[in-house]
């Protein structure tokens, strides 16, 4: 078999602090895979609980068995791990491990070839993305608390609003009437012809999901986001089947054969997450599903670098693209590409210009807003090779490194940065290495 000549030498996994008092189960888990061509790709896991069990899984069952390994092999690579793994899961934290590794081979894929990932999967549609304001945590405020939120948010000028929920899942229809008051408030804040979407973040039974979405098809929203637990499949298919509003699923889904299922169940809309479940091959693959059954795709993504990034390149060359990207609420994660952009872009980077994408409702953005320009700045960065991302105020706090003096070979340990230093950069020099 004719291969590339490169070969994989080096995988760090490591996590990102954002505020200097944060928690490990608040920071953002990264993987950088390095080559004897002294090229690098990076990756993001999906940051539940810090990432912390993804990246432990990476270090110490799935890099070893990628040494020496070509980079372009990555789906043979990971199919592999996958099959080899799947009893560590198959869901979440092996999903998780695998999509910031395939996002790292696209990365380098991408820096080996020269060419943006758009370009490797065919080409974009669009190289402009309009983003929807993904607002979370008003299960627990006031109507006026909620409008009060909502209202902050349109000053960035966004395509639509996502109002999210996030109650308490072990309580299932704790509040149907202040949640469809609260639909109906925030409908009248924004007049009629505003695209709203809302997240039950899976928080209603049956019963109640199809009342609430019975109240929102008579309000006019866009979509109703997860009305049911993630876990009953044939429960959520009936929601959507009995009702007209569009009902979506799938950041919670985490294989191709779990997003068919919701397909098949009848839901319209599917929601993988670039970082949850298969990464950049494992999107595309959804893709081609979600366009086999004429269901929409709408990738769920919530982290504002890497998998941010990722899933751009992914939108960007998606065939029908019917709504626009998420974009979280701000917070200190977003600092480092909204407030740090790289100086420079690295050679061969063209400019696109901006303007509305096909198929984006007709809200017209208002180019001037800062959210949105960074938006924007990094839709525009798709230009450069590979992902084109660079962390550039990334605090890197706490890594697993490989140490040969605790009794169990392969066993990693967290180790913390010193607090208060200057931010450095992400360099493969200061990461730990497995080898
Ligand atoms: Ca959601």
Not at 114 to 138: E, H, M, V
Not at 158 to 178: E, Q, S
Not at 237 to 261: F, K, M, N
């Amino acid at each position: 078999m004719q291969g590339t000549g490169m070969r994989i030498t080096d995988i760090d996994v490591f996590q990102v602090s954002w505020a200097a008092d944060d928690r490990p189960q608040q920071r953002s888990a990264f993987v950088r895979i390095h080559t004897d061509a002294g090229l690098s790709g990076i990756g993001e896991a999906s940051p539940m609980q810090g990432g912390l069990a993804s990246l432990s899984i990476i270090a110490r069952d799935i890099a070893p068995g990628l040494i020496g390994k070509d980079p372009l092999d990555h789906a043979v690579l990971l199919d592999t791990a996958f099959h080899t793994f799947v009893k560590l899961g198959p869901e979440g934290a092996l999903t998780g491990a695998l999509a910031a590794l395939d996002i790292a081979l696209w990365d380098l894929k991408g820096k080996f070839l020269g060419q943006p990932i758009y370009k490797l999967l065919g080409g974009a549609w669009r190289t402009s993305l309009p983003f929807y304001a993904s607002i979370g945590g008003n299960g627990m405020r006031s109507v006026d608390q909620v409008l009060r939120v909502v209202e902050t948010r349109l000053k960035d000028n966004p395509a639509a609003v996502k109002i999210r929920f996030d109650n308490d899942r072990n309580r299932l229809d704790g509040d149907l009437p202040g949640d469809i008051a609260k639909a109906k408030a925030v409908r009248k804040l924004v007049g009629d012809g505003f695209p709203l979407a809302f997240d039950a973040n899976n928080g209603y039974s049956t019963g109640g999901a199809i009342r609430v979405g019975r109240a929102l098809e008579e309000l006019g929203y866009w979509w109703f986001e997860e009305p049911v637990q993630h876990y009953h499949v044939k429960a959520m298919g009936e929601v959507a089947r009995r009702l007209d509003i569009t009902v979506s699923a799938g950041e919670q889904t985490y294989t191709l054969a779990g997003v068919a299922d919701l397909i098949a169940a009848g839901v319209r809309m599917v929601q993988p997450d670039i970082v949850k479940m298969g990464g950049i091959t494992g999107l595309v693959r959804c893709t081609a599903l979600a366009q086999a059954h004429g269901a929409e795709l709408v990738p769920h993504q919530t982290q504002p670098t890497i998998g941010h990034m990722a899933s751009l390149h992914l939108s960007a060359s998606q065939l029908h693209m019917t709504k626009p990207c998420e974009l979280n609420d701000p917070s200190t994660r977003m600092h480092a590409v909204f407030d740090n952009p790289p100086p420079s872009r690295s050679t061969g980077c063209s400019t696109c210009r901006p303007g509305p994408a096909s198929g984006s409702p007709s809200t017209k953005p208002n180019w001037r807003n800062a959210a949105y320009r960074s938006a924007e700045r990094r839709v525009r960065r798709l230009d450069c090779a590979g992902i084109g991302a660079r962390l550039f105020s990334c605090r890197r706090s706490h890594q697993f490194r490989r140490r040969p003096c605790q009794s169990k070979p392969g066993s990693f340990a967290p180790e913390s940065a010193p607090r208060g230093e200057a931010p450095p950069r992400l360099s493969p020099a200061s990461c730990s290495r497995i080898r």
